[in-house]
């Protein structure tokens, strides 16, 4: 995180006794990042966080991958996956369905109504976009409230679970890491703080305020994480309750960052992609593309230029507006265009005589450009367009 945040009680010096009302101990952890050797948070327990009474295998949902063989761009209809009332039963953890994948980074996509099992992530921090509804995370933290447009950063190893508010479906675009996700090192100062020129800052970030306590025995918390074939999954059991965390304080914590808080940088001409960036990980990005002004030089080409990405596939998930390079495709809002390294991409047939002149985009969507392959989740597999394609050339397949 890019600045220090601190909530409930702590003790005046860290690494001191921190004592209960009752004169007992508090359990201090320190829950940091690259070996004791960047951002951290310090937390303190009424329990002791290392306990536990139970250990069994967790059975993740299928993680299973297929190479995009042969290599085309693919169109997926994310919200057929969750057909009728199919997510008044799903939550936002075991309700997941992978969509595309590799050893960098995963992509799922879910749409919940129930309130999900306890459950962290011991593999790598996740963003999880929220397309519509609103969501009370709980964390080991404090609670953070979600809604729609909000970026949820979870860092690797926190303790949460997503209760979703309301009648509506929550739609969730989840996407976890093998490693951090922080915002781009371009936007921050040499000491972490966002720069001027950043399309965001610090005051758009919101993390818990104060702590969550839960009172609870023999409670069962899901954590996903490494194994010697891949990830896996194990189902703990502890004697007291996760949430007994009376104060923290430090850089490491999760926050909600809105989508609509993000100011687009434009220009005279056409802008690249990573005027967009929001986030970053290992071996991919996070963009994402706002409701702006387009370029207002006047022989300008509003939409995008066709363009080979020689050295990342380029996932595109269209979350509201009207995405003017895509009409004609069947592109729609919960859909996913998957453009991979190799392939020259561009606008669809007529999308650059149709956007001369243009003044305004009012377009959302989330993009994840990966350095590596990505290959298609069961999920993926099955929402699959399988006409997408040919559309650029109106006709096919040939041989």
């Given at each position: 995180m890019a600045y220090y945040r601190r909530a409930g009680t702590i003790p005046p010096k860290r690494h001191t006794q921190h004592r209960t009302p009752e004169g007992g101990l508090y359990s201090e952890e320190l829950m940091g990042e690259e070996g004791f050797s960047s951002d951290s948070s310090l937390l303190y327990h009424r329990g002791v966080p290392s306990a536990i009474v139970g250990a069994?295998?967790?059975?993740?949902?299928?993680?299973?991958?297929?190479?995009?063989?042969?290599?085309?761009p693919r169109h997926l209809k994310l919200h057929e996956l969750f057909a009728g009332n199919d997510w008044k039963s799903a939550d936002v953890v075991t309700g997941r369905r992978l969509v595309l994948g590799n050893g960098d980074v995963r992509i799922s996509y879910v749409a919940a109504g129930e309130t999900s099992p306890l459950y962290r992530n011991a593999v790598g921090d996740e963003c999880v976009y929220v397309?519509?509804?609103?969501?009370?995370?709980?964390?080991?933290?404090?609670?953070?409230?979600?809604?729609?447009?909000?970026?949820?950063?979870?860092?690797?190893?926190?303790?949460?679970?997503w209760v979703p508010v309301g009648d509506?479906?929550?739609?969730?675009?989840?996407v976890e890491a093998n490693s951090h996700i922080t915002p781009p090192k371009r936007y921050l100062s040499k000491f972490g703080q966002l720069l001027e020129h950043a399309p965001y800052c610090e005051r758009d970030l919101h993390g818990p305020d104060e702590p969550f306590l839960a009172e609870g025995e023999d409670v069962e918390v899901l954590v996903k994480h490494r194994g010697s074939r891949g990830i896996t999954g194990t189902r703990y059991v502890?004697?007291?309750?996760?949430?007994?965390?009376?104060?923290?304080?430090?850089?490491?914590?999760?926050?909600?960052?809105n989508i609509a808080d993000f100011e687009p940088i434009t220009g005279r001409v056409h802008q690249p992609p990573p005027v967009h960036q929001v986030f970053e990980g290992h071996n991919f990005v996070i963009c994402n593309f706002v409701p702006r002004k387009v370029d207002y030089h006047p022989l300008a080409v509003p939409v995008p230029y066709y363009h080979s990405n020689v050295d990342s596939d380029e996932v595109m998930f269209y979350c509201g507006g009207n995405y003017e390079a895509r009409k004609g495709s069947g592109i729609a809002q919960g859909s996913i265009s998957l453009h991979p390294g190799g392939h020259s991409h561009g606008p669809q047939p007529g999308a650059v005589e149709r956007s001369l002149g243009a003044e305004f985009f009012d377009e959302l969507a989330v993009m994840v450009d990966t350095f590596r392959p990505l290959e298609l989740g069961e999920g993926g597999l099955a929402s699959?367009?399988?006409?997408y394609a040919w559309t650029w050339a109106g006709r096919g397949p040939v041989g």
């Open positions: 069994t295998p967790w059975d993740l949902p299928d993680q299973t991958l297929t190479e995009n063989r042969p290599l085309v397309e519509s509804g609103e969501a009370r995370v709980e964390t080991v933290f404090g609670v953070l409230d979600a809604r729609q447009g909000d970026y949820v950063i979870l860092p690797r190893a926190t303790t949460h679970r509506e479906p929550l739609r969730a675009y989840v502890y004697p007291t309750h996760p949430f007994d965390v009376v104060g923290w304080d430090g850089f490491l914590y999760p926050y909600t960052f699959e367009d399988p006409g």
